[in-house]
């Protein structure tokens, strides 16, 4: 599970950063953060020692990457566009979850005896979908 989560917080940020740049502001872009190679997106702490801390105590995987910086002086209309960056993140979510979910269910289509207990396709939707409706409770 670390891998799908580490991949979907990366695009999560990444997200952030594509539509703040389709909307004018290229901070993500100048300080390095329009990519989606993972090094650019680490949180010592929400990408590293909580997800193994999880890991080694059982619990299920919770963790973050670091923000996308976002300039709201440099969006053309603030108000308007600050919300579709806002909202870019956890619709990443939403199609990564779909995604997942229609995954899973054409390999169970293709191989109905298929056993996806504790894999990580069978987590990620829910996980997914968790982190889209609670990831904005916190900001």
């Given at each position: 599970m670390g891998l799908p989560l580490l991949f979907a917080m990366v695009l999560h940020?990444?997200?952030?950063?594509?539509?703040?740049?389709?909307?004018?502001?290229?901070?993500?872009k100048l300080q390095g953060r329009l990519t989606v190679n993972p090094l650019a997106h680490i949180d010592p702490l929400g990408t590293v020692i909580l997800p193994l801390m999880c890991l080694m105590l059982g619990s299920f995987l919770f963790g973050w990457a670091k923000p996308v910086p976002v300039d709201l002086r440099n969006l053309r209309q603030p108000r308007r566009d600050m919300a579709l960056v806002a909202a870019?993140?956890?619709?990443?979510?939403?199609?990564?979850?779909?995604?997942?979910?229609?995954?899973?269910?054409?390999?169970?289509?293709?191989?109905?005896?298929?056993?996806?207990?504790?894999?990580?396709?069978?987590?990620?939707?829910?996980?997914?979908?968790?982190t889209m409706v609670f990831r904005p409770l916190a900001v």
């Amino acid at each position: 599970m670390g891998l799908p989560l580490l991949f979907a917080m990366v695009l999560h940020e990444y997200a952030h950063g594509w539509v703040a740049s389709k909307c004018g502001d290229s901070t993500a872009k100048l300080q390095g953060r329009l990519t989606v190679n993972p090094l650019a997106h680490i949180d010592p702490l929400g990408t590293v020692i909580l997800p193994l801390m999880c890991l080694m105590l059982g619990s299920f995987l919770f963790g973050w990457a670091k923000p996308v910086p976002v300039d709201l002086r440099n969006l053309r209309q603030p108000r308007r566009d600050m919300a579709l960056v806002a909202a870019a993140g956890p619709g990443m979510n939403l199609i990564l979850a779909v995604s997942s979910a229609l995954l899973l269910a054409v390999l169970l289509t293709i191989e109905p005896t298929l056993s996806l207990r504790g894999s990580a396709e069978a987590e990620a939707s829910p996980g997914l979908l968790a982190t889209m409706v609670f990831r904005p409770l916190a900001v």
